[in-house]
């Protein structure tokens, strides 16, 4: 995290407790502090204002690794169905594949237009990230996006009528979108 993302929260937990730290602790602070990420500071911060005094370093320390398997847990959690689907998916590929070349291509190709749209979703709600990073990111899913969309847009004609209806079923008529 950058320094005025530290500060930010510092100063809110120093207000919280009526404390005036030093210029020499809040650089200490921001040593050990530092490493973390920003919305884990938050989160500790906000953990921490609900104690009754204010908090030496360990509680600090214990409240941001908290914080983090918190937002790792939910990530997971989120990842979740779309990797299950996606290792389905890999499974039903192999031999004995119910789904002919074209229609697991097409399945591939919705899968990962899906898991791009989130991603997209995550990163334009990043305020915090530099934002010519944020730019090259955006590009770079809009281009994966518009090239998963293009398979698809060439695929799904081929597919028989069968297999058109059965995909349309399990994957809802977002497929021509």
Not at 51 to 73: I, M, N, Y
Not at 86 to 94: P, S, V
């Amino acid at each position: 995290m950058t320094r005025p993302e530290f500060m930010g929260q510092f100063d809110r937990l120093c207000r919280g407790f009526s404390y005036t730290a030093t210029p020499e602790q809040s650089e200490a602070w921001f040593r050990r502090i530092g490493h973390a990420v920003v919305q884990d500071w938050s989160e500790a911060v906000t953990t921490l204002l609900c104690a009754p005094r204010f908090p030496l370093l360990d509680p600090v320390l214990a409240a941001l690794e908290s914080a983090g398997t918190h937002r790792r847990r939910l990530a997971v959690e989120r990842d979740k169905q779309p990797a299950s689907m996606l290792a389905r998916l890999a499974q039903e590929g192999g031999r004995g594949c119910p789904f002919s070349k074209d229609l697991f291509a097409c399945i591939k190709a919705f899968a990962g237009r899906e898991q791009v749209r989130h991603y997209l979703a995550i990163v334009n709600g990043k305020e915090e990230m530099d934002p010519g990073e944020r730019t090259r990111e955006l590009k770079r899913l809009a281009q994966e996006e518009a090239r998963l969309s293009a398979i698809l847009t060439d695929l799904v004609p081929k597919l028989s009528d069968e297999e058109l209806s059965d995909f349309i079923e399990h994957y809802g008529h977002a497929v021509a979108a």
